[in-house]
């Protein structure tokens, strides 16, 4: 299996539309009136031509299956771009009435597809298919009781570290976060060269995925009112948490995914990373010399309860005007739940399913190409997974991520309070809503 390398797309151009003009009310800023006609009615065996946007890797050779199976009902890829390039594309081509039917989108920018009247509800289908999920990957695409996307893919965050190194040094693996401490500690003292790992201001999803675990759930929506709870206890928490070993020097502060980063990685200057199930792949990228010296465990935790969050993935949403509604919904199901399909996804696109069947797939037999000391790896995955819990995503996800960096950047830069920092954080993401036209209330 390829591992893929995760999608960072953090939506900043987005906001550059403008707010959304055509809603569903209850995630609704300034309302429209072209709202998304019911469509209930339709053939879902009838021929059919659709169109798919996505960016999966090698996404083809699944489609190929599909079509080959159902020649009527032809699917035809387009590979237009990535993360928020594909969003913004796909925004510009419902204005202009000609949307694909099939949209590839990560789960925080569905509430931007919500709001602008992309994204079709999909309630109808996720209620034959639910099942099909964990509770937490079910979470990410439904809002307000509505389903809009039908999950594909997912991160889970588990923590990676160097296992000759741990042994060289004498270190024991963490289980808690205060251990994680304790051990951070003990690498500055046996090794002033070396950090067990880094805080990074430049990857805000991350520290989001560390918010979720500890029970944060930082976007409400009530009826068309959004309360905003960037800066809740569980986040402050994290964020203490961090702030102050980094401003104490006893872990690193420096960014992710820069050349200083890929030597860290790969001389054993930070011996540990928290990331997600595609963190294997992403390893093998940077840091290929250090393959079988790196093993996986979940991540440390909180108070005793196993919980973790995701980093990353994606769901497939269905155009509000596709005119092919019943066709592209079977298609959707299939690609998201058919068994034949979860594998090629995973052997062609090197992806992590959603669906949990998906996850004990024959295709992931085989540990990492990184990691072969650890030939179980995916079947740990797999019970890590189950232990995941995300949150519902705010239309101005842009703004929140861009402040996040800059914010927390100087946070590092300063030694400052990064409490503080998520305080700026929640400030400046609910002047944004409210900027846009929405119903905001602080928590």
């Known amino acids: ?61 699944v489609v190929d299956i599909w079509n080959a199976k159902n020649p009527t009902q032809k699917v035809t890829v387009s590979n237009q771009a990535q993360g928020e390039e594909l969003i913004t594309k796909t925004l510009t081509a419902h204005r202009a009435g000609n949307a694909p039917d099939l949209i590839h ?13 992309v994204a079709a509800d999909l309630t109808s289908l996720a209620d034959g298919i639910k099942g099909e999920f964990t509770d937490g990957t079910w979470a990410l695409t439904s809002f307000g009781g509505k389903t809009y996307g039908i999950p594909q893919d997912v991160g889970p965050m588990m923590l990676y570290y160097r296992e000759d190194l741990f042994q060289q040094l004498g270190l024991t693996v963490p289980t808690t976060w205060d251990e994680f401490a304790d051990v951070a500690r003990q690498v500055r003292q046996k090794d002033a060269k070396r950090y067990l790992a880094t805080f990074s201001s430049g990857d805000p999803g991350w520290f989001a995925g560390l918010a979720e675990q500890a029970g944060a759930n930082w976007w409400v929506n009530d009826n068309g009112t959004w309360t905003v709870r960037i800066n809740d206890e569980a986040t402050k928490r994290v964020a203490s948490f961090w702030g ?68 990353g993935g994606s769901a497939t949403a269905i155009s509000s005007k596709s005119s092919q509604r019943a066709q592209a919904e079977k298609f959707v199901k299939w690609l998201n739940t058919d068994q034949e399909a979860l594998d090629a996804l995973i052997a062609e696109g090197g992806i992590y399913p959603a669906a949990t069947k998906g996850q004990s797939s024959s295709q992931l037999s085989k540990a990492p190409a990184m990691m072969p000391n650890q030939p179980t790896f995916f079947a740990e995955a797999a019970d890590i997974a189950q232990t995941a ?55």
């Open 244 to 311: 102050g070993l980094v401003n104490d020097d006893v872990l690193s502060g420096k960014p992710m995914y820069t050349p200083e980063w890929n030597k860290a990685m790969t001389d054993g200057t930070l011996l540990a990373w928290p990331s997600a199930i595609w963190g294997a792949g992403v390893l093998e990228g940077v840091a290929p010399s250090t393959k079988g010296k790196w093993r996986m465990v979940p991540m440390p935790q909180w108070d005793g309860t196993q919980a973790t969050g995701y980093w």
């Open 389 to 443: 819990r995300g949150f519902n995503w705010a239309p101005n996800v842009n703004v929140t991520y861009s402040q996040y960096s800059d914010i927390f950047a100087k946070a590092i830069q300063d030694k400052s309070d990064f409490a503080a920092a998520v305080d700026a954080v929640q400030a400046a993401s609910v002047a944004d809503l409210k900027k846009q036209g929405f119903e905001v209330k602080e928590a």
């Open 105 to 117: 989108a990560e789960y925080q920018a569905l509430p931007v597809l919500i709001t602008n009247g």
């Open 1 to 61: 299996m390829t591992q893929q390398i995760h999608r960072r797309g953090f939506l900043k151009g987005i906001a550059a539309l403008g707010a959304a003009t055509a809603v569903p009310t209850f995630l609704a800023a300034c309302g429209g009136d072209d709202e998304e006609p019911a469509q209930t009615a339709g053939d879902p065996n009838a021929p059919a031509n659709l169109t798919f946007w996505t960016w999966t890797t090698n996404v083809q050779k």
